[in-house]
């Protein structure tokens, strides 16, 4: 299905005029990250794009796909995921974490992952968990 004028003016995402379910959007987010997990970050971030090809508005995607390219070895590329996923979302933890981690890896991003990761040290998740382990290693 083609979208129509008022589908482009009514801001409609490709996932929404195709009926994608949140359900499915998720199963393919988890599909990349288990790909990632196992070293296949080609097969991860192909999988990464095509779900933010028809849904741009998914933050927690977007925060993968800059993991995966942090693990790529793409700086550049992962610093842009993660200030998308900022932008959609800029409360949420995993988001926040994955923005922090990318700007350890890029210069001039260390004392505002720090400060980033300070903030989320205290949050009671597994996202806290990683952020005070990261800031040990960091000797913080």
Same mark, same amino acid.
């Given at each position: 299905?083609?979208?129509?004028?008022?589908?482009?003016?009514?801001?409609?995402?490709? #996932?929404? +005029?195709?009926?994608?379910?949140?359900?499915? $959007?998720?199963?393919?987010?988890? &599909?990349? %990250?288990? =790909? !990632? @997990?196992?070293?296949?970050?080609?097969?991860?971030?192909?999988?990464?794009?095509?779900?933010?090809?028809?849904?741009?508005?998914?933050?927690?995607?977007? #925060?993968? +796909?800059?993991?995966?390219?942090?693990?790529? $070895?793409?700086?550049?590329?992962? &610093?842009? %995921?993660? =200030? !998308? @996923?900022?932008?959609?979302?800029?409360?949420?933890?995993?988001?926040?974490?994955?923005?922090?981690?990318?700007?350890?890896?890029?210069?001039?991003?260390?004392?505002?992952?720090?400060?980033?990761?300070?903030?989320?040290?205290?949050?009671?998740?597994?996202?806290?968990?990683?952020? !005070?382990?990261?800031?040990?290693?960091?000797?913080?």
């Amino acid at each position: 299905m083609l979208p129509t004028n008022e589908d482009v003016t009514e801001g409609r995402t490709l #996932a929404e +005029l195709q009926g994608m379910t949140e359900e499915l $959007g998720g199963a393919i987010a988890e &599909l990349a %990250a288990g =790909e !990632a @997990a196992c070293g296949n970050l080609e097969a991860a971030r192909v999988l990464l794009e095509g779900l933010l090809v028809t849904n741009p508005r998914d933050a927690l995607a977007w #925060a993968l +796909l800059a993991q995966v390219e942090r693990w790529r $070895g793409e700086p550049t590329t992962a &610093l842009l %995921a993660a =200030e !998308a @996923a900022r932008s959609l979302d800029p409360e949420d933890p995993q988001v926040r974490l994955a923005r922090a981690e990318v700007l350890l890896a890029v210069a001039e991003g260390d004392g505002e992952a720090r400060h980033e990761l300070e903030q989320l040290r205290g949050e009671g998740s597994e996202v806290g968990r990683r952020a !005070a382990s990261l800031l040990r290693a960091l000797g913080s």
